[in-house]
């Protein structure tokens, strides 16, 4: 890759990856506070300051290392966790359920409005293609945070989710495996189980669900 394409990749995914992290974590801190745990508030972490969020390994260093060793097959990253304090909660196990959701949530409604900017900037007839791509940089970088983050392994916000739902017995089990999940993820992820099983289907189902929802929109728009 020529160097002033690299450059304009980063600048098409540059703000999509920014917003992704920031509200995603930023959501995490709103539901937490919602729920009764004001530690995120505390230490500054509800707001929408990306500075507050990037992880300077997880955010940049990781991400352009994958991104120039793989040239650009395979790319992960992570921004700086919101603290969120369980016990705070006022029912930690059914909680802990909103909380983790908050993330991958606001990262599906995400791609959803970078959906909308795309039909509306295509049905007005802009044809730039920078503005088109960074649309369509959104809508996949929202989606595969909303995927992997929802695979059914602590810490990613999946395993907390999996946690509140199991009865105790089960959820204590899989709490366990949290100091180790992050290895497990990433093991399972070269191996191209996460891949295959996982992101490919429910990307595919997200990509459908943001097409049945805005078909109403761009056939206004035709």
Sequence with gaps: MELSELIQTVLIYALPVLFAITIHEAAHGYAARHFGDNTAAMMGRIT??????????????????????????FLFGYAKPVPVRFDQLRHPKRDMIWVALAGPASNFMQALLWGVALVVLVGAGLNER???????????????????????????????????????????????????????????????????????PLMNLGYGAIDLVLSPLIALLR
């Design 48 to 73: 929408l300051n990306p500075i507050k969020h990037i992880d300077p390994v997880g955010t940049i260093l990781m991400p352009l290392l994958l991104y120039f060793a793989t040239s650009g097959a």
């Design 130 to 200: 920078f503005f088109l791509e960074m649309c369509r940089a959104g809508i996949l970088v929202n989606l595969v945070m909303w995927a992997f983050n929802l695979f059914p392994l602590p810490p990613l916000d999946g395993g907390r989710i999996l946690v509140g739902l199991l009865p105790w017995k089960q959820a204590h089990a899989v709490a366990r495996i949290e100091p180790y999940g992050f290895f497990i993820v990433m093991a399972l992820v070269i191996a191209g189980v996460v891949g295959s099983y996982w992101l490919r």
